[in-house]
């Protein structure tokens, strides 16, 4: 078992890199192109209304902790764009970002 499949059992969360119609997702992260041909990345839990301050990032690397949080917190579906999973290393079953959730729950279970 990976580390990313153990802390996503433990925090009964489950991601999706790619969305799909059907599925009541209760956090997104994901990119939004601008009219300029740039990019933004944005959180959206369902609320209404969009708080610039915690919900946009100007890169996908500065969502890593909300990311974090947010599977702390138990019981999410989670979208999380692929290119959000690379840029904050979560595309790595077994690497530091996973390391990092694994090693809270060993804390929490000694």
Known sequence: MTLQETVLDYYNTKIDTTFELTPSYTVQFVEMPTADGY?????????SGIMWDADVFYYPENMADDIKATILEFDHYLLIDEDVMEAIGADDPDGDFWDELYQDIKDETE
Not at 39 to 47: C, K, L, T
């Open 39 to 47: 990019s933004i990345y944005r959180r959206y839990s369902g609320e």
